[in-house]
């Protein structure tokens, strides 16, 4: 390190550093009421939703006419992934997804991009295609959502006018961003009339709404100007409710009616309704509150609550205002969770340092943990970095870990006090001996995280957190270890009783000598020691077999999703019918404190990694809140076994928890792609049956199939055009009898109510009399339908999944409890080789839902491993300057995963991708040891020790940092080992950590005696002035 000696200087320049520990401990203590609270890192969702409209066109008319052009031009936008389309009759929709590894500070670029590109190709569109639609915020988080209710009698309208007010307040709480509506009904006027009637009395349907469209215009009336000013003139008259409405006079065959008079005119709720939202049974509008980016949601929560109060004091008789979603309360909750762990981590670490260490000692330690803390808080406030789940758990990992530079310090001096050093020459010799090992060790254990906080994806996004919190933590752990611990050291220590004459004296104990002889017997039986090694590494590579595999594990939240599909084509009623027993159930639960449910399309983005559902009217999701996530298993047990039973035999119906991490959807799933939809729902199918097969798949299905029921219109050409009609009248006067025409809008308030016209329910829910509908020509002369057409009974598709242009179909499930979703897909995926041998070109299969993104987000980290595997090896040789004992480290590296393995096994915890990290930071901290001890061998070598005693005696001595640093990060894992999230990742910590303490003490000694040729007796090799001395490696 050159002549310097930072902690002489540290102890020699005392107020100074007593000055900076003090400021630094504050600093700390104000940045952690500073940093933001999250109950998940965010993490950037690269998906926006593109759709279109085109009233009469059938699925495969959206698909060919409609998607396909505006999917050419998305395939041409740079960091394009895939794009996902579903048409259904009259609409299509496109979830535009960019690549994983797409920056996130592109991504608002390219939804823009996808606006204009979009944008421009709308004139190769067909004519009447109204669109596209953008929505670009789609990843907007419902942090905070509340529910509008009423009681029985209050209408829609009364509750979308009070959520106007609410939203008007809500904006002005600071840090609100944005405030969502869910569910609202906007009102309609209903025209209803009978199409008999009319034409009785010689009325056209076009009359009425030419009528109606005149006496609501809009015309200008000119001003009056004078000398002095403009005067406008307003013509009174317009359309301003109802009554209005059904007092428009109507003129027909010299005759004038009252339009109140030949049809009803009454206003409602749109009927069919397309999207419904209830709490409890009751009729809701949902509330969704966006927080600003950036802004802390601890503070948005107090500020939301004091205004919530006010306005629920306010609210109308009768209204009620209920908070589902409060994920203010939820992050207090689990940041405080994660904090009593961290507390408890913390008593582990610093009960380790006094039982250890003694009391004085561990004093030191204890000082320097809360100084090492203080510091990385005040970095990480520095750089942005919110206290959530990932940087929470990096803190407790951190723990175990940033202890070991102060421990190797202080027991350093400690050594060399006993030895008969002096205070201040035993701190200067920590920083001579020790220090740069220690940075190098530093270095090379945060290197371990690399991968997770360089890697470009989803993934390492939301887990990135890990390796930033990690190395700063270690870094400035060296730091204080380096300089503020010697100070604490000469404050502190006690007054050891000196060994004059044999430095090894202290080292002449009862343990140390049973240490010494293990040792010495490893050395001499260095073959076998290595090859015993070996084939314990061989068998935990053969027990990963053993062990489940899991990207991310279920969230400990207490939200039961209930999802209800209903056969595509089914009519809205018939889903919300299926609703409603789904309802029955969660109401009689005495486990279920509330719920809530949305029909015709998802619930709200209420957490990031929820992925809401796009509007369907066969679709439904019932959100229930149990008391606890103890009570939500026993709720999703009790919810199956009553779905399993035939409770709602005319849906499919999924219950399932959340989970952590970016949403997957069924965690089980295969694609089936190919050109021609007829092929691919017959490849669909012969998937499912293989899934079906295996025991271990629950509620296989797929995301569509069933063909809907259509009736075909085969126009007479000749007949209609000796009437003077065209297919685009009949056409249009179907849809104005039978769904409805809007003919003009009223303008209530800031709101425009449309009037619909359309036949009465007797006529147009009747599908018996479809053949005596009357066509009204342009004479006047009306025509039953049954005289122009002829009607054909048969099916069509009610939906068409494709992506990226091709048709594809998803055969999906859920597992059995207690089973991993990648070893079920690892399970299926042989089952379907004969499938996938006979594909017809064209087609093909491929695995989706957790080995899809499992397999993403290790692609990511693969193409890091190489740098982190460069970095590693690039300080490692810094400081050993050897090729020999180069290898040397390296080899000790993947020894963790027996333990890892072996603990995982034991415990019953599946392999993920938190697992992975954890295993990967296990090489880190193994060759951190093995490099200190083969530092040390370099050290006792250049001193003219002979081989065969130094390295049995820098075993001896490494031996007590090695096992308190181990034990320390070991027992640290313990609170955590208990979490969800951090639970499997803790255990193969703990696991490897144990096995590798041994490795360290007895196999890397063994391996160096092999590796450079050890011989018991053999002289010492002297040392130059520049070179270490040491034996040549064998190989050379």
């Avoid at 394009?80 to 609409?91: C, I, M, N, Q």
């Avoid at 049809?263 to 949902?286: C, E, F, M, N, S």
């Avoid at 909750?333 to 961290?342: D, H, I, K, N």
Wanted: proline content about 6%.
């Amino acid at each position: 390190m050159g002549r310097f000696n930072l902690s002489h200087w540290a102890v020699t320049h005392q107020p100074l550093v007593l000055f900076l520990m003090i400021l630094l401990s504050f600093g700390g203590v104000l940045s952690y009421f500073n940093l933001g609270r999250a109950e998940e890192p965010d993490f950037t969702v690269k998906i926006m939703i593109v759709s279109a409209q085109w009233p009469g066109a059938t699925a495969e008319e959206m698909q060919r006419q409609v998607a396909d052009p505006i999917e050419k031009v998305l395939q041409e936008i740079p960091h394009f992934d895939k794009v996902k389309t579903y048409s259904r009759p009259g609409s299509t929709f496109m979830q535009v997804q960019f690549k994983d590894d797409t920056p996130p500070k592109d991504v608002p670029a390219l939804f823009l991009r996808v606006r204009d590109r979009v944008s421009d190709a709308r004139a190769s569109l067909p004519a009447g295609v109204i669109g596209p639609f953008f929505n670009d915020d789609f990843a907007d988080v419902s942090s905070t959502l509340y529910m509008l209710t009423g009681d029985e009698g209050v209408s829609a309208r009364t509750l979308k006018d009070e959520a106007e007010d609410i939203r008007q307040q809500l904006l002005r709480v600071p840090d609100v961003a944005k405030v969502l509506f869910f569910g609202e009904q906007d009102d309609r006027i209903y025209v209803e009339f009978s199409h008999t009637k009319l034409a009785t009395l010689g009325i056209t349907p076009d009359q009425i709404f030419a009528s109606v469209a005149r006496q609501n215009a809009v015309a200008p009336a000119g001003r009056f100007e004078s000398n002095a000013d403009q005067i406008y003139l307003r013509v009174d008259g317009a359309l301003d409710g109802e009554k209005a409405v059904a007092d428009v006079p109507i003129s027909a065959g010299g005759r004038q009616f009252r339009l109140g008079d030949i049809a009803t005119v009454h206003r409602g709720p749109p009927d069919p309704p397309t999207y419904l939202v209830r709490q409890q049974g009751v009729p809701a509008l949902g509330i969704g509150v966006v927080m600003a980016k950036g802004a802390n949601i601890l503070d948005l929560g107090e500020n939301l609550h004091s205004t919530i109060d006010h306005i629920r004091a306010d609210l109308p008789a009768g209204l009620e205002l209920i908070q589902i979603a409060d994920q203010p309360k939820i992050v207090e909750e689990s940041v405080g969770e994660f904090v009593r762990v961290f507390m408890e981590a913390l008593v582990i670490v610093l009960g380790v340092s006094f039982l250890s260490l003694g009391i004085r000692t561990g004093i030191v330690v204890a000082f320097a943990v809360p100084l090492v803390l203080a510091i990385t808080i005040m970095i990480m406030d520095f750089m942005g970095l919110s206290l959530q789940r990932v940087t929470l758990g990096a803190l407790i990992i951190a723990l175990g870990l940033l202890v070991d530079d102060a421990i190797i310090a202080v027991e350093m001096m400690v050594v060399k006090m006993e030895q008969g050093f002096d205070r201040i020459a035993a701190a200067s010799y920590a920083w001579t001996s020790t220090a740069f090992p220690m940075l190098t060790g530093t270095l090379v254990t945060a290197a371990g995280f690399m991968p997770v906080g360089l890697s470009q994806s989803s993934t390492s996004e939301y887990a990135g957190g890990i390796f930033w919190v990690v190395a700063i933590a270690l870094l400035v752990s060296w730091v204080v270890a380096v300089v503020f611990t010697p100070y604490l050291g000469v404050k502190l220590l006690p007054n050891f009783k000196a060994h004059h004459g044999d430095p090894n004296a202290v080292y002449d104990t009862r343990v140390y000598r049973a240490l010494r002889r293990v040792v010495a017997w490893c050395v001499r039986h260095r073959i076998v020691v290595v090859l015993a090694t070996l084939a314990l590494f061989a068998s935990a590579i053969f027990s990963m077999r053993f062990v489940q595999q899991q990207f991310f594990p279920t969230s400990a939240r207490p939200e039961v999703i209930i999802e209800v599909a209903t056969p595509l084509g089914s009519a809205f009623g018939t889903t919300d019918a299926a609703v409603r027993k789904i309802e029955k159930l969660v109401a009689a639960d005495d486990e279920v404190e509330t719920y809530t449910s949305y029909i015709g399309s998802g619930a709200p983005r209420w957490m990031l990694g929820f992925n809401p559902e796009l509007p369907k009217e066969s679709y439904g999701v019932v959100i229930a809140y149990a008391k606890d996530f103890h009570a939500r298993d026993r709720v999703i047990e009790r919810l199956r076994a009553e779905v399993g039973d035939g409770a709602v035999p005319e849906a499919t119906v999924r219950v399932s928890e959340l989970v952590f991490g970016p949403p997957v959807g069924y965690p089980v799933q295969f694609r089936v792609i190919g050109p021609d939809p007829i092929e691919v729902r017959h490849i669909a199918g012969a998937v499912r049956k293989v899934m079906e097969a295996n025991p271990n798949t629950r509620d296989v299905n797929l995301d569509w199939n069933e063909q809907a029921k259509s009736i075909r219109i085969e126009l007479d050409q000749d007949r209609i055009r000796a009437l003077g009609l065209t297919p685009a009248d009949i056409g249009s006067t179907l849809q104005t009898l039978l769904s409805g025409t809007t003919v003009t809008q009223v303008r209530d308030g800031i709101e425009l109510v449309d009037v619909v016209a359309r036949a009465v329910p007797e006529e147009r829910l009747d599908l018996r009399k479809l053949r005596d509908l009357t066509i009204t020509t342009r004479d006047g002369i009306a025509v039953p339908l049954s005289q122009v057409a002829k009607a054909d009974f048969g099916f069509e598709e009610p939906i068409l999944w494709r992506q990226n242009r091709d048709m594809v179909i998803t055969v999906r499930s859920d597992v059995m409890a207690g089973l991993q979703p990648p070893d079920v897909s690892a399970q299926i995926e042989p089952a379907l080789k004969p499938i996938i041998e006979a594909l017809p070109m064209g087609y093909r299969i491929e695995a989706g839902g957790s080995v899809e993104e499992s397999a993403k987000a290790n692609t990511a980290l693969a193409k890091i491993f190489p740098i982190m595997v460069a970095v590693m090896l690039l300080f490692i040789m810094i400081q050993v300057q050897s090729f020999g004992r180069l290898f040397l480290v390296i080899a000790t590296a993947p020894l963790g995963l027996i333990g890892a393995v072996y603990g995982l096994i034991l415990f019953d915890r599946p392999f993920g991708f938190v697992t992975l990290l954890g295993v990967l930071s296990l090489a880190g901290m193994i060759m951190r040891n093995t490099l200190i001890l083969v530092d040390q061998i370099k050290h006792d070598l250049d001193a003219g020790v002979a081989p065969f005693e130094a390295v049995i005696g820098s075993t001896v001595r490494r031996a007590r940092p090695v096992v308190l640093t181990a034990a320390a990060a070991i027992l640290a894992m313990i609170p955590l080992s208990q979490n969800i999230f951090w639970g499997p990742m803790a255990v193969s910590i703990m696991g490897g950590l144990t096995v590798a303490t041994l490795l360290t003490l007895f196999f890397v000694p063994a391996l160096y005696a092999l590796c450079f040729r050890v011989r018991e007796g053999a002289a010492p090799v002297a040392a130059t002035s520049n070179v270490a001395a040491e034996p040549r490696l064998a190989a050379e």
